[in-house]
T-cell receptor
Framework: SQTIHQWPATLVQPVGSPLSLECTVE??????LYWYRQAAGRGLQLLFY??????ISSEVPQNLSASRPQDRQFILSSKKLLLSDSGFYLC???????????FGPGTRLTVT | DQQVKQNSPSLSVQEGRISILNCDYT??????FLWYKKYPAEGPTFLIS?????DKNEDGRFTVFLNKSAKHLSLHIVPSQPGDSAVYFC???????????FGKGTSLLVTP
C-alpha cells in the first residue's frame, strides 16, 4: 500500500531564516506530487505541483520554492521566511490518471 | 477567486440524525468532485467522490449528491456518529492529475 511521509511535524522558525520541508511517498511510482498550505481559518491553497522529476509548476507567487530531486521526493524551501508563511503545510500525491489526492500528516510552521 | 464555496462554516447535529453538508461551485469546467474529512493537526482524508456524469454516489453511511444545473453538491451522513466530528472539505477538479480546488471547509460537530 502507498504511504506518504512529511517531516518535521512542527517547526518554529524566526523571520528571515531558511526553510526546508520534505515529503516522500512509498509504494507507488511516478506519482503527481503537490504542496498545499492551510492558513488559519482558510481552506487549502495549492502552492506547487509536480508531474515528474525536475518538473515543478507554481500556482501562487511567493518567496517559497519547490524541488523534486527524486521520483518520490518533494521538497518545499524558502531562503528567508516571512511572518505570513506561517501555516499548516500539506504534501499530497495522486496517481497519474486519478483525481483523488492523498495527503500526508502535515507540518505546522510558525514563523516568529 | 473562490471557485468552490462552503457557505456554512459550522454545523451541529445530534447523534443518529442526518448530517447534510453543502458545497457550491462556479466553474462549469469542473467534472469531478470530492469530499475530504480532516481532524485537527492531521492531513485531510479522502472520503468520497463523484463524477459529473453521475448525480449520486453512495458508500456506506456517506452519500454525495450532485446537481450540475445548480452547480451544487451535498454530502449526507446517515446516521451521524460522534466520530464524524471533523472539518469537511469539498473539492473540485477540471483535470485529473492536477490541482484540486478546495472550499474553506465546514466544521461538523455530532453531539451524543
Amino acid at each position: 500500500s502507498q504511504t506518504i511521509h512529511q517531516w518535521p511535524a512542527t517547526l518554529v522558525q524566526p523571520v528571515g531564516s531558511p526553510l526546508s520541508l520534505e515529503c516522500t511517498v512509498e509504494g507507488t511510482s511516478n506519482p503527481n506530487l503537490y504542496w498545499y498550505r492551510q492558513a488559519a481559518g482558510r481552506g487549502l491553497q495549492l502552492l506547487f505541483y509536480s508531474v515528474g522529476i525536475g518538473q515543478i509548476s507554481s500556482e501562487v507567487p511567493q518567496n517559497l520554492s519547490a524541488s523534486r530531486p527524486q521520483d518520490r521526493q518533494f521538497i518545499l524551501s524558502s531562503k528567508k521566511l516571512l511572518l505570513s508563511d506561517s501555516g499548516f503545510y500539506l504534501c499530497a500525491w495522486s496517481g497519474g490518471s486519478g483525481y483523488e489526492q492523498y495527503f500526508g500528516p502535515g507540518t505546522r510552521l510558525t514563523v516568529t | 477567486d473562490q471557485q468552490v464555496k462552503q457557505n456554512s462554516p459550522s454545523l451541529s447535529v445530534q447523534e443518529g440524525r442526518i448530517s447534510i453538508l453543502n458545497c457550491d461551485y462556479t466553474n462549469s469546467m469542473f467534472d469531478y468532485f470530492l469530499w475530504y474529512k480532516k481532524y485537527p493537526a492531521e492531513g485531510p482524508t479522502f472520503l468520497i467522490s463523484i463524477s459529473s456524469i453521475k448525480d449520486k454516489n453512495e458508500d456506506g453511511r456517506f452519500t454525495v449528491f450532485l446537481n450540475k444545473s445548480a452547480k451544487h453538491l451535498s454530502l449526507h451522513i446517515v446516521p451521524s456518529q460522534p466520530g464524524d466530528s471533523a472539518v469537511y472539505f469539498c473539492a473540485a477538479s477540471a483535470d485529473s492529475g492536477y490541482a484540486l480546488n478546495f472550499g474553506k471547509g465546514t466544521s461538523l460537530l455530532v453531539t451524543p
